[in-house]
Every structure is written in structure tokens, then in C-alpha cells.
């Protein structure tokens, strides 16, 4: 069995973003993410805006820095690198592939002068790095593009270009945001499949970040994070036919806490509380019943059982007023008399 390339243990990352006027305001994005990821695993993170997903892909990437927590890529504990050694990591173990084009690719190079730039830059040149240039571009079916500029290029053939750059260091972990988003259904498809292939041809671990929902069809598991913290996993799963179905399971964090869909939680009025029970195949949790009510507005029944008491206290008469109306009920007697 592989064994991991990334373990993440509640894993934190804040940012801390200036207001107008000098004050600040901290971001949470992780809140304490739990991840493994196998040598040579391929798998997709998926999630709403402001998850947390590409703050995750950042940190892997050595472009930020742990606040607190754990992040070990290839027993490096990044959160404790020193400057230079983190360089030395992005440079010689990451490769990236972002959404943008322009990100990606200089305009005004070729597609192989793009790829001859990282190998310059690492101390490769000559026909050394025309030669690896060409190679690469091989790898990615597009040596015959190798003098095409940007505007020259389809988006998918952009694409290809910048999966070459990134393979230019051999690196052990690609890390690709939205690598498909801007491009359409078919061309998505052959991007897929090339990095599926270089997954299993060069052993390559892969976390491809998107918004598509039918990525479990192209990698090997799907993360789902949910508030800065891991909720789902998609796996296939196979069937005794031989075919295979992908399967969605919550997760449980390193303190055994589960996180359900808002979308359950809404369906069934669960507030802030459930109760748990335990049956024949598994544990059950339900929305609490009779004394068990949640109020209104989600408060549990210790809270709701206070705000009755004081509701009732309220209508009901203190000691002290009663002990007012008897005074004054006695005085009224006597000066009658």
C-alpha cells in the first residue's frame, strides 16, 4: 500500500485583512482540516466560494503559511521551513497549473521558450533545455505547436503548455486550480484525460481543485470541504456486476466530530442540538422529540427549560409582592375598623 505524501492535522490558516480606518478584521479559511493524500493518488477538492479549497492548495503549494496545526508533504512539516528551504520546495517538488491562461504562459514566448524558461531559471541550458523543452512538450501531444505564441494557442492547447511547465522540475506533487474552468466540455475531457495519464505513467500525486461536479469521474477519490474544515469524501465503489458507483461518506475529524449538510439539518429543523443512538447496523441521529425541543429560535432544552422558568416567574407574583399584598390587605382592615 502507498504510503501518504500529504497529512494534514488540524490544519488552521487565518488571514488577517485591513479595513478602512486602520482596523482589521481576521478571516478564518481553515478551521482545522484533516487530510491524507497517497503517493500517487489522484484526487479533486471540491466547494462553495470561501470554503477553504484553494487556501488548502496554497498551503501545499509552499505559498502560505500554516497558523496553526500541520502540513507534511513528503515529511517536510512546511509550517516549519525556513525561507530558503520553502524556495527549495516550491521550486524542486511542486509543479502548479492555474485556471488563467496568463497566469500560466508569458505571451510574447513560444510554447517551447515558455518551457525553456523554468529550466533556465534551475540552472538548465543550451540544448539541455531545448531538448527537455521538446520532450515535454511530446509528453503533453504538443510538439507541434512549439513555436505557437499565446494568442496562436487554443485554450485547451494553453493548457497543455502550462501541465508541460509545470513537469519542468519533476515534481513529486502538481497541484492544478480549476485547471478546466474556463474551458468547454470536450476540451475538459481530453485535460482530464492527460493528466490521468501522467498520473499512472509518472507516478505523479495530484490535488486538482474545481467547481465541476462530475470530477469523481476523473480521479481517484473527491474531497469536499466545507467551512475551512474536510465534510465529504466521494469513492468509487464496485459493484458485483463488475461496474462501479461513487459513493458519498461524511467524515469524522480527529476528535470524532461529523459535520452534516446544512441542507439535512434545514429539511429535518435540526437546530442546535440531536440525539444520538446507537442500533443493530450503526448510530442513529435524529431530531430530539417532547421535552427535548429545541425553542424556536434553536435553543437547547436546558436553555429552553431556563426561559420558561423565567417566563413563569415573571407572571407569577414574587415573595416580596406577595408579602406586600398581605401588609397592605391587614392595613386596609384596620383603618376600617
Known amino acids: 500500500m502507498a504510503e501518504p505524501l500529504i497529512i494534514c492535522e488540524n490544519l488552521v490558516k487565518i488571514y488577517r485583512l485591513n479595513q478602512e480606518g486602520g482596523a482589521s478584521v481576521e478571516v478564518q479559511a481553515l478551521q482545522g482540516l484533516d487530510l491524507i493524500v497517497n503517493a500517487g493518488e489522484m484526487i479533486g477538492v471540491v466547494g462553495a466560494s470561501g470554503s477553504g479549497k484553494s487556501t488548502l492548495l496554497n498551503v501545499l503549494g509552499g505559498l502560505d503559511r500554516p497558523t496553526g496545526g500541520r502540513a507534511v508533504v513528503g515529511k517536510q512539516d512546511l509550517g516549519r521551513l525556513s525561507p530558503r528551504a520553502l524556495d527549495d520546495y516550491r521550486r524542486q517538488q511542486v509543479g502548479f497549473i492555474w485556471q488563467q491562461g496568463a497566469r500560466n504562459l508569458i505571451p510574447y514566448l513560444t510554447a517551447v521558450e515558455n518551457i525553456e524558461l523554468p529550466l533556465t531559471l534551475s540552472g538548465i541550458v543550451g540544448s539541455m533545455s531545448r531538448g527537455r523543452a521538446l520532450e515535454l512538450l511530446k509528453l503533453v501531444n504538443l510538439q507541434e505547436r512549439a513555436g505557437h505564441r499565446l494568442e496562436e494557442l487554443s485554450g485547451g492547447e494553453q493548457q497543455r503548455v502550462a501541465i508541460a511547465i509545470a513537469l519542468a522540475n519533476n515534481p513529486s506533487l502538481l497541484l492544478a486550480d480549476e485547471p478546466t474552468g474556463e474551458l468547454d466540455t470536450s476540451t475538459a475531457q481530453t485535460i482530464y484525460d492527460l493528466l490521468r495519464n501522467l498520473n499512472k505513467d509518472l507516478g505523479l500525486t495530484m490535488v486538482i481543485v474545481s467547481h465541476d461536479p462530475g470530477i469523481a469521474?476523473?480521479?481517484?477519490?473527491?474531497?469536499?470541504?466545507?467551512?475551512?474544515?474536510?465534510?465529504?469524501?466521494?469513492?468509487?465503489?464496485?459493484?458485483?456486476?463488475?461496474?462501479?458507483?461513487?459513493?458519498?461518506?461524511?467524515?469524522?475529524?480527529?476528535?470524532?466530530?461529523?459535520?452534516?449538510?446544512?441542507?439535512?439539518?434545514?429539511?429535518?429543523?435540526?437546530?442546535?442540538?440531536?440525539?444520538?443512538?446507537?442500533?443493530?447496523?450503526?448510530?442513529?441521529?435524529?431530531?430530539?422529540?417532547?421535552?427535548?425541543?429545541?425553542?424556536?429560535?434553536?435553543?437547547?432544552?436546558?436553555?429552553?427549560?431556563?426561559?420558561?422558568?423565567?417566563?413563569?416567574?415573571?407572571q407569577a407574583p414574587s415573595s416580596w409582592s406577595r408579602m406586600w399584598q398581605s401588609v397592605k390587605s391587614r392595613f386596609i382592615r384596620g383603618v376600617k375598623k
Request: aromatic fraction near 2%; charge should be negative; glycine fraction near 8%.
Open 217 to 314: 469521474r476523473h480521479v481517484d477519490r473527491v474531497v469536499a470541504v466545507r467551512d475551512g474544515k474536510l465534510a465529504s469524501e466521494t469513492v468509487r465503489v464496485q459493484k458485483s456486476d463488475g461496474g462501479e458507483h461513487h459513493v458519498e461518506l461524511a467524515v469524522l475529524d480527529a476528535a470524532g466530530r461529523l459535520q452534516i449538510p446544512r441542507e439535512y439539518l434545514e429539511e429535518f429543523e435540526i437546530k442546535r442540538r440531536v440525539l444520538i443512538e446507537t442500533t443493530a447496523d450503526g448510530i442513529l441521529i435524529r431530531k430530539p422529540e417532547g421535552n427535548h425541543h429545541q425553542g424556536e429560535h434553536g435553543a437547547s432544552s436546558s436553555e429552553q427549560v431556563e426561559a420558561d422558568a423565567k417566563r413563569e416567574a415573571l
